[in-house]
Nanobody
Framework: VQLQASGGGLVQPGGSLRLSCTAS????????MGWYRQAPGKQRELVARISAGGKTMYYADFVKGRFTISRENAKDTVYLQMNSLKLEDTAVYYC?????????WGQGTQVTVSS
């Protein structure tokens, strides 16, 4: 499974961005999909995750109330809507798919929050 992430960019504090991650195969083949991020000099950390059925979501505490993960099965795409962005949200964001036997990573997309 190949994952293609997009939607990053430069935004001012308080602004919004929507990231997209499109899979090369049906996302129903994956147990879950999600987003990680990695800031310079820091470890990669889980941001949000959504189950195959789309009914169970997990959010890291640092994004609760600001970010929303969703999926559009017909387009094999998972989204991360990011609102009220903060300077500390600056990072490379990676999408991930949890498969039955393997995990899959998309290429990163840079999100820069700066005034």
């Amino acid at each position: 499974v190949q994952l293609q992430a997009s939607g990053g960019g430069l935004v001012q504090p308080g602004g919004s961005l929507r990231l997209s991650c499109t899979a090369s195969e049906s996302i129903f083949s994956l147990n879950a999909m999600g987003w990680y991020r990695q800031a310079p000099g820091k470890q990669r950390e889980l941001v949000a995750r959504i189950s195959a059925g789309g009914k169970t979501m997990y959010y890291a505490d640092f994004v609760k109330g600001r970010f929303t993960i969703s999926r559009e099965n017909a387009k094999d795409t998972v989204y991360l809507q990011m609102n009220s962005l903060k300077l500390e949200d600056t990072a490379v964001y990676y999408c991930k798919g949890w498969g039955r036997d393997d995990d899959y990573w998309g290429q990163g997309t840079q999100v820069t929050v700066s005034s």
